[in-house]
């Protein structure tokens, strides 16, 4: 579950990453993650790689079964102390606060992004409405300009025409009567 | 014809201003009957209306070239642009 979790959050980043890469949340996601798997306490058993729980290069969690039964064999007590309880203290106490500060669902790090995400979706949404709306504008004014400008090219070739054949008619007629 | 000029319909044309050109020269045209009516008009002012009309289509023909340009384009982003919001939409939505 706690693999999964990592392999999900890391695959969010990069260059072909997921649709939240260069989210805020991805980073917060992956600090929550680590505060888990690098838990340390005093006492004989101090880290989840004492019960077996090796945390690797990558994030993942690597379990070697036989260690955990070593130290339950060899320590039971610090084993107990080390995992604590999810009320109390201890490793339990830190993962299950960890998952309440994610899950939550009204002040958890998921559903506030989901809030935050949506809200901005509906900004951007009336962004590219208002710009639709512009972009609406200059294309009817477009169209309308080149209807306009069509007219007017028309009338005054047709009406230069007239006056050319009419100046020149007047001409001729002047030159008839002199 | 003394009073009226070539120039504000030039002016009108050249910055794009299609209807104000066109009112401008519907006065000129009538001025410019009457003066032919009349017998003031000259050869000149007919070749300076030529003029005017050969050049005023020459502007019309470039401003239709780039507004259908524009148009062109705006067509094109809406079509690319329209599909990647939507899909950029349902993405997000997904992930949670």
């Known amino acids: 579950m706690y693999n999964a979790a990592v392999d999900e959050v890391t695959g969010q980043r ?3 990453g997921g649709a939240l890469g260069g989210q805020a949340v991805v980073g917060q996601l992956s600090r929550i993650l680590s505060s888990i798997s690098t838990y340390s306490a005093s006492g004989q058993i101090n880290v989840l790689e004492d019960l077996g729980l090796k945390l690797e ?17 060899t320590n039971p007590a610090s084993v107990t102390s080390f995992l604590g309880s999810a009320a109390g203290g201890g490793f ?15 002040t958890g790090l998921l559903k506030t992004s989901e809030t935050d995400m949506t809200s901005q979706i ?17 294309q009817i004014r477009l169209q ?35 | 014809m003394e009073q009226f000029s070539l120039e504000p319909i030039r002016q009108a044309v050249n910055s794009e201003e299609f209807d104000r050109a066109g ?17 003031s008009a ?26 259908g340009a524009q148009l062109n384009s705006l067509h094109v982003a809406e079509v690319y642009g329209g599909a990647g919001s939507r899909e950029s939409r349902a993405i997000i939505r997904a992930s949670f």
């Open chain 1, 14 to 16: 990069g260059q072909s």
């Open chain 2, 23 to 39: 009112r401008l020269w519907e006065q000129y045209a009538g001025q410019l009957h009457q003066a032919i009516l009349d017998g």
């Open chain 2, 42 to 67: 000259t050869g000149a002012m007919l070749s300076e209306t030529r003029q005017l009309v050969d050049w005023s289509a020459l502007v019309v023909k470039a401003f239709r070239a780039h507004a």
């Open chain 1, 57 to 73: 290069t990558n994030g993942r969690l690597t379990y070697a079964p036989f260690t955990l039964i070593g130290a339950e064999l």
């Open chain 1, 122 to 138: 509906a900004k951007l949404g009336a962004t590219i409405a208002d710009k639709q709306t512009k972009v609406d504008a200059l």
């Open chain 1, 92 to 106: 339990l106490k830190v993962a299950t606060d960890a998952l309440t500060s994610v899950e939550d669902s009204v």
């Open chain 1, 144 to 178: 309308n300009q080149m209807a306009v400008s069509d007219a007017l090219i028309a009338a005054m070739e047709q009406q230069a025409s007239y006056f050319s054949s009419m100046f020149a008619a007047q001409q001729t007629a002047d030159q008839m009567y002199k």
